[in-house]
């Protein structure tokens, strides 16, 4: 009776501890099954376009810019400005041919004698006409006629040279542009002529010159189009063009010199200003586009991961144009799967993934 009893209570631990142990073992792979489904982000893969550019800094420079010095001596006249109504000064806009500053000198002017200058070429002119009108009457020689002709030469240049002389008196702008710098001088003060009078810019068209990498020789053209930007102007992106490139190659630095140039017909950007240029070398409308920091680089290929019926599936990309942001697929995705964008990292072909947005 005892060895009986003893047998039954030995059967009796071996069972239990079977069922202990299937339970333990169906609680793990519950609890297995729990740690593989990944939470990860998806979003449908869309049609949308990009462009491939490459990047160059530099300093934006005016297109027009003079800096005017008094060419004889004088009495120093700042000019009033039509538009605003006070005398001209850092910032004004001045047109073609108007006068910033006057340099006043009456013995300068008396010398000229631009009176007598322009009635001897009256003068000489009715008399030139008057021996053309002789001559063909046959009252007055060849002779007679050139020399009232040479007279009358002679008095017309000397009549033109006295006005430009005259000129020099009036600093006026060679283009319509901005005053960007104005020496101050006291009003009246004679001061002496190869003095800086004022500098004037006209930055509503804009250049920049570029060093582009050698490897970007093949994909830079002339005319292409650039997007420039200033890092404290971030809204505000202006329109430029390749004009010229270089054919040769820096042995130093490797590079190729460009030049941009850039529409500002606003004035938004400032000669000096350093600015970002984006030369957009190719671009496609319609296309699949993904963000380039979900693509993992390993030994078979460019691979991101879609989901398909709750799991993580490898994809093999053929891709095409990118830029430092996004890449162009043009193999191993279709529109409308899901693709995965973040939680990525771990997944493995066949994980189990659960969607959290």
Known sequence: MSTRKTNFKSSFIVIASIVLLLLSCRNRQDDLDTEIAVPVTVEEVKSRSIEQYVTSTGTVLPTKEVLLKS????????????????????????????????LEDPAFENEIKIES???????SEREFTKQQSLYDKGGVTLRELKNAEISFINAKYAYENAL?????????????????????????????ASLPMVKIMDYS?????????????????????????NYTLADDTLSGTITQLSPAIDSQTRTFKGSVMIANPDLILRPGMFVRSEIIVASEDSTIVIPKDIVLVKQRGKTVY??????????????????????E??????????????????LRNQSKVRIIR
């Open 71 to 102: 060419q004889i001596p004088g009495y120093y006249r700042l000019a009033e400005n039509p538009a605003t109504g006070r005398r001209y000064a850092l910032g004004d806009l001045v047109r073609e041919g108007q006068t910033v500053i006057r």
């Open 117 to 123: 200058q322009k009635l001897n070429l009256d003068i």
């Open 164 to 192: 430009l002389q005259l000129e020099k008196m009036a600093i006026k702008a060679s283009f319509t542009g901005v005053i960007v710098d104005l020496p101050y001088y006291t009003e009246g003060i004679r001061v002496e």
């Open 205 to 229: 068209r804009l250049y920049l010159e570029i060093q582009l990498p050698e490897k970007e020789l093949g994909k830079v053209k002339v005319n292409q189009a650039v997007r420039i930007m």
């Open 306 to 327: 879609v989901v398909d019926k709750g799991a993580a599936e490898e994809r093999i990309l053929v891709t095409g144009l990118e830029n430092p942001t996004h890449i």
């Open 329 to 346: 697929v043009v193999g191993g995705l279709e529109l409308n799967e899901r693709l995965v964008i973040s939680g990525f990292e771990t």
